[in-house]
């Protein structure tokens, strides 16, 4: 085995089995950012990770996908961190009509 398998954890140990986290559905562009005293909490892993990804406001598609995550794991890693108020997540209520019309432009261009 490679190092990179060695360390490969699988994603329902990350969530310990869960599909969804106790909190609200977490789209994909909310931003996460860490709470200010999150740094000193004793977090492991992928946990303490994510917190410090965040330290600067991180979508939760980004953070998945610099830890390595699916997203649906990164929604359920994040719903705990909140809960457990280790970082705050910003949702836009509404997309803009610019953001649509720049998402529609690059499907297109597919």
């Given at each position: 085995?490679?190092?990179?398998?060695?360390?490969?954890?699988?994603?329902?140990?990350?969530?310990?089995?869960?599909?969804?986290?106790?909190?609200?559905?977490?789209?994909?562009?909310?931003?996460?950012?860490?709470?200010?005293?999150?740094?000193?909490?004793?977090?492991?892993?992928?946990?303490?990770?994510?917190?410090?990804?965040?330290?600067?406001?991180?979508?939760?598609?980004?953070?998945?996908?610099?830890?390595?995550?699916?997203?649906?794991?990164?929604?359920?890693?994040?719903?705990?961190?909140?809960?457990?108020?280790?970082?705050?997540?910003h949702q836009a209520s509404e997309l803009?009509?610019?953001?649509?019309?720049?998402?529609?432009?690059?499907?297109?261009?597919?």
């Open positions: 085995m490679t190092g990179d398998a060695d360390a490969f954890v699988r994603p329902f140990m990350v969530t310990g089995g869960r599909t969804r986290s106790a909190g609200a559905e977490l789209r994909v562009e909310a931003l996460v950012v860490a709470a200010p005293d999150a740094s000193a909490a004793s977090l492991r892993f992928e946990r303490a990770a994510a917190v410090r990804l965040c330290v600067t406001p991180t979508s939760v598609a980004e953070l998945g996908a610099r830890l390595g995550l699916p997203l649906g794991v990164a929604r359920v890693l994040v719903g705990d961190l909140v809960a457990e108020g280790h970082v705050r997540v803009s009509i610019e953001l649509l019309e720049r998402i529609r432009d690059r499907v297109r261009a597919l």
